[in-house]
């Protein structure tokens, strides 16, 4: 579980508030994306769960441990941080060796670090990928090696920063379906994005941050859906519910949907009961 209770910080003493009291919540095995303009104080929060920083004010709380009294090496082990650009944390000449090289470090006997890249090759399918190199794959398949990197240490919490930059659709797809993976494997998801249509499909929870303050947060279809807060957050709402809210400029009382189904549901209500008052 993550807690962050009461966190203010300023990366001077004379500088102004990056975060202003932030409070939030992450229960273990929750898929929770993070989301709002440059500026609003996403990387920091981020840099504060993996110990990069401390809080100015408050704590923050990694399964109970204050980071405060662990250092970098030591929360690496609980939290995992994937980089948004793959070739910034690639470097072996091996897919392989460089699920190897995460391993170094970690107080684990020959066997078990053997014991365990086998099956986080397997379980990220990068058997097939495991002899070559990291610089000669796909867009998806560096993204893949670059969290097997990450994953082989078997942090229970995994951050990955604007995992969609540069993908196409069946690339977004594929990564979808990893994480629906790691989360079959009991990890905490969170993403840092600034991918609206992405998180509106797959991720069940946003947070948004403004001017580093949380401005919204719960069940992505009903923040996303918020007039106020996306307007003053100044962000732009999935294409479904824009569609929504243009059609209630002529129907104020139709719904909001929260799925591409329920909007054809809704509509297919909606013309029926219009048409047949038409007909009366």
Excluded at 36 to 44: D, F, I, P
Excluded at 61 to 69: E, F, S
Excluded at 224 to 247: D, G, Y
């Amino acid at each position: 579980m993550i807690v962050l209770d009461k966190v203010f910080f300023k990366y001077s003493k004379d500088g102004p508030w990056v975060l202003n009291d932030i409070s939030l919540q992450i229960d273990d095995g929750e898929y929770v994306a993070i989301l709002g303009q440059n500026g609003a104080g996403k990387s920091t929060l981020v840099r504060l769960l993996n110990g990069l920083l401390h809080p100015t004010l408050g704590n923050v709380y990694i399964n109970g441990n204050n980071t405060r009294k662990f250092t970098v090496a030591e929360l690496s082990k609980e939290i995992g941080l994937v980089f948004q650009n793959p070739e910034h944390q690639l470097f072996a000449p091996t897919v392989k060796e460089e699920l190897d090289f995460s391993l170094r470090s970690m107080e684990w006997t020959s066997e078990e670090k053997q014991e365990t890249l086998e099956e986080s090759l397997n379980q990220l399918n990068l058997v097939s990928l495991a002899d070559r190199s990291p610089f000669k794959l796909s867009g998806g398949e560096k993204r893949r090696t670059s969290i097997g990197a990450i994953w082989v240490r078997k942090p229970t919490v995994l951050i990955l920063d604007e995992p969609t930059t540069g993908q196409d659709a069946a690339q977004k797809k594929n990564l979808a379906n990893l994480i629906t993976q790691l989360r079959e494997h009991g990890k905490t998801i969170i993403l840092v994005t600034h991918d609206i249509e992405f998180t509106s499909k797959y991720c069940p929870r946003v947070v948004i941050m403004k001017d580093g303050q949380i401005f919204g947060d719960g069940p992505t279809a009903r923040v996303f859906s918020n007039k106020k807060i996306m307007t003053e957050a100044r962000m732009l709402p999935p294409q479904l519910i824009r569609l929504a809210w243009k059609i209630q400029e002529s129907f104020p009382t139709f719904p909001t949907p929260t799925s591409p189904l329920e909007f054809s549901q809704i509509l297919h209500h909606y013309l029926q009961e219009h048409l047949a008052g038409e007909v009366e």
